[in-house]
């Protein structure tokens, strides 16, 4: 196994230490639901949203205001979804 002196790097090179906790089994399920949980109860809400204002759109009761607010929403989730498809992770 080859050594290298940190104090003292090769030209052009970095290094990076990191430290960090071995996560148990069951922290890891716990952590992981309450991941899925929030997920899925924004996922829900976004949705709820979407089809308030989707059903608005097309009510023959509301008014052009409404519609207008409706179509911003549904604008706004539209840009926010495809945005979120598309940004590089």
Known sequence: ?????????PQNHTY?????PEEKHSDRFVRLAKEIILVALAAGFVILIGWVCVHTLFSAQATAEEKKWA???????????????????
């Open 1 to 9: 196994m080859r050594t290298l002196d940190l104090s003292a790097p």
């Open 16 to 20: 990076t230490v990191s430290l960090s």
């Open 71 to 89: 179509m911003s929403t549904v604008t706004a989730i539209s840009g926010g979804l495809v945005g979120y498809l598309i940004h590089p992770h």
